[in-house]
Nanobody, 122 residues
Framework: QLQASGGGLVQAGGSLRLSCVASGGTFSSYAMGWFRQAPGKEREFVGG????????SYADSVKGRFTISRDNAKNTVYLQMNSLKPEDTAVYYC?????????????????WGKGTQVTVSS
């Protein structure tokens, strides 16, 4: 089970930190990722991290602004979001994949958390 939190309303240029706590599985052996879905749009990849945290990947739209990290001792993955833009407004979902080094596609995800809403005002 994946439980995401940390969403909210923030002004453009601001920051938020999302957290996702995993329970009931071998979190430390899963690659993790964050996806987002804006109204009327398909769910898209945001960032991903390998099971040890040694490798990360980001969508071009968030490179240099977002940072994904994980703490396996706490079964938690984080998404630090800086310099937020109105176009970052979406529901953000954490995802887990035991099958891929980094889940960059929806088809790579085996487990989804419930989303957390991020709204960036202009």
């Amino acid at each position: 089970q994946l439980q995401a939190s940390g969403g909210g309303l923030v002004q453009a240029g601001g920051s938020l930190r999302l957290s996702c706590v995993a329970s009931g599985g071998t979190f430390s052996s899963y690659a993790m990722g964050w996806f987002r879905q804006a109204p009327g749009k398909e769910r898209e990849f945001v960032g991903g991290i390998s099971w040890r945290g040694a490798a990360t990947s980001y969508a071009d739209s968030v490179k240099g602004r977002f940072t994904i990290s994980r703490d396996n001792a706490k079964n938690t993955v984080y998404l630090q979001m800086n310099s937020l833009k109105p176009e970052d407004t979406a529901v953000y979902y954490c995802a887990a994949s035991p099958r891929y080094p980094i889940p960059t596609m929806i088809s790579a995800v085996d487990y989804w958390g419930k989303g957390t809403q991020v709204t960036v005002s202009s």
